[in-house]
């Protein structure tokens, strides 16, 4: 995974999330907007075919496909998630994302 270069700081500034990461041939690019102790907001974009293997994490995240369409797998169920819609992978639950297409996320998690 490439984490994108960072820019300026984005506070106050109104943006297209999407406009965020650029597709990258090959590859997952990523890059944190918010970073605290109470959670992360991440932008990525992923190339078709790209992906992440299954893998738990020990709190509620939600997904939002900005562009193009991804394959979201929870606890073994595929879900095709398509740009303008979200879903959220539950606490403790094996989930897995790959590309259908290019598609760029927001990824949004809360730790408490």
Known sequence: MKKAEQREDLRGKALKAKDLVAYDKG?????????????TVTIFSFDKGQGLSEHTAPFDAMVEILDGEAEIIISGKPNKVKAGKFIIMPANKPHAL????????ALIMIRS
């Not at 790959?98 to 996320?105: E, H, N, Q, S, T």
């Open 98 to 105: 790959k590309a259908v297409k290019r598609f760029k996320m």
């Open 27 to 39: 590859a997952v690019v990523s890059r944190t907007i918010i970073e605290k102790k109470a959670g």
